[in-house]
């Protein structure tokens, strides 16, 4: 199973288009200020897409038929969740390469076959994804009536982000920020018109049948760009690749316990209040995880906008450019932090309201520990990034599988004692925030580490 790419002629790859988007690729790499507007732009477009689809089908196909496109989608992160850290760890040693081989051009044959071989296992994850659900839609297993079609297109596109990941992580090692996210900007901004475009006569199938295009389009335009840095898809190269996977997953346990940990402790309360049959309690919930989805999406663009800089100080064991990148951040997170505290504690019942056309579903404490957990959740998301940017996926999952404990602690109790969808969040909430907090102490370790490597350094060289 190979995935091929055309090569244009010699000349015109070494002298022509090749070397006009090297060029292009090289003054964008490092334009911090562009790549905070796109991060930004695609932030805010990846809430109002979301709390914009809501609406739209919710008014369009109804309240139930939605409960079940978000459990949908929910079965869809479970299948995306396949990557098992991998295009983390990807990143990762791809980046350490690029910095340590002074800027090099194109990649090594080794960190081309780990991508070759990742887009192309991954494509087949999918594809065999959609398929099965097929089947159970055909056989009658899951019974969808007359909308099963548009939920199979949409389940095609929720899945596509599986195979972009290596493709966008690969990029990105070599500073290609900018232009993943240039691509991302697109694929949101088409996405929103068609999703608006439903409220206009647009059916629900030519909706998933759009919104599928997009994502595969936006995929090749990823193709496209890895191409100049050495990452060409072509045949003969795939079990090479297969092999070198193979070798990265047996070192890589700690970065597959560390995003398994974390994707669990994310998505688990749709499974289990699904087991409850509580509809409400899944639609509060699901509108629980689309605000701190958007809240992490915020963070991230302080986190990804001195992600370069933080990686190049651990590469150079500046402590204090350490500091400096990741207090820039953190202080990136808090007006998005701030914004949503303030709208969700004095608007919430409006807006949580309007989007379902229902009221009461959003309880005012469901709405305080959604403001708490803003609060965790960028001091989470501010330390994660600079501890995988620094390789320490040992001593995150350690910490991710105590917060995860603590979430099957409290499943349980939920079972046991009967808890009500606002008792289990509270606590849901607070065993997160022991969590985030147990990150805070892991960066801190590191932080001191290179203060006290910084200041040897000094002293023997005075």
């Known amino acids: 199973m190979s995935l091929f790419w055309f090569h244009p002629p010699l000349a015109i790859r070494k002298r022509g288009l090749g070397s006009a988007i090297l060029a292009g690729l090289g003054r964008g790499a490092h334009n911090w200020p562009a790549l ?39 079965v869809a992160t479970l299948v995306v969740q396949c990557d098992l850290g991998l295009a983390v760890l990807t990143f990762s040693e791809l980046r350490s390469h690029y910095l340590s081989e002074a800027h090099k051009r194109k990649a090594n044959q080794g960190d081309h076959d780990l991508v070759l071989a990742s887009v192309t296992i991954y494509t087949a994850i999918a594809a065999i994804a959609v398929a099965i659900l097929g089947v159970v839609f055909i056989a009658g297993i899951v019974h969808v ?99 070198f996977l193979r070798r990265k997953l047996r070192d890589a346990r700690a970065a597959v316990v560390l995003l398994s940990a974390e994707f669990v ?6 499974y289990l209040l699904s087991a409850t049959g509580d509809g409400s309690a899944i639609v509060a919930f699901d509108m629980f995880y689309k605000v701190t989805r958007f809240a992490m999406m915020t963070y991230l663009i302080g986190a990804e906008t001195v992600l370069p800089h933080q990686t190049r100080a651990l590469h150079n064991e500046n402590a204090s450019g350490l500091g400096r990148a990741t ?37 005012p404490i469901m709405r305080m520990a959604i403001c708490a957990m803003l609060v965790f959740m960028l001091i989470q998301n501010t330390c994660a990034y600079v501890l995988v940017g620094a390789g ?33 969040i509270v606590a849901y909430v607070f065993v997160y925030g022991v969590g985030a907090l147990l990150f805070a102490e892991c960066l801190y370790s590191l932080s001191r580490s290179l203060w006290e490597k910084s200041s040897h350094a000094f002293k023997m060289g005075t």
């Open 145 to 243: 009536e007359h909308h099963g079609i548009a939920y199979l297109l949409i389940f095609a596109g929720a899945v596509c982000p599986l195979p972009r990941m290596p493709l966008r992580m690969a990029i990105n090692a070599r500073d290609g920020f900018v232009w993943t996210e240039g691509v991302d900007l697109v694929r949101r901004v088409a996405i929103l018109v068609v999703t608006i475009a439903m409220l206009f006569g647009l059916s629900f199938v030519a909706y998933g049948a759009l919104s599928l295009f997009i994502w595969v389009t936006s995929i090749a335009a990823l193709v496209w760009l890895a191409r100049p840095h050495g990452f060409a898809l072509q045949s003969g190269v795939f079990l090479e690749g297969l092999l």
């Open 265 to 270: 402790i994310s998505i688990f309360p749709y």
């Open 327 to 363: 207090a820039a951040g953190f202080v990136l997170g808090l007006l998005p932090m701030t914004v949503g505290i303030v709208a969700v504690s004095m608007f919430g019942e409006r807006i949580f309201g309007t989007i379902l056309n229902h009221s009461g579903i959003v309880s």
């Open 36 to 74: 905070l507007v796109l991060k930004g732009l695609n932030t805010a477009l990846a809430a109002i897409s979301s709390f914009v689809l809501a609406y739209v089908l919710i008014r369009t196909i109804g309240l139930e038929s939605y409960a079940f496109i978000a459990g949908l989608l929910a």
């Open 392 to 424: 320490k996926f040992e001593a995150l999952a350690r910490r991710a599988n105590i917060t995860l404990a603590g979430m099957v602690l409290i499943s349980a109790l939920m079972f046991l004692f009967h808890w009500s969808i606002d008792t289990f």
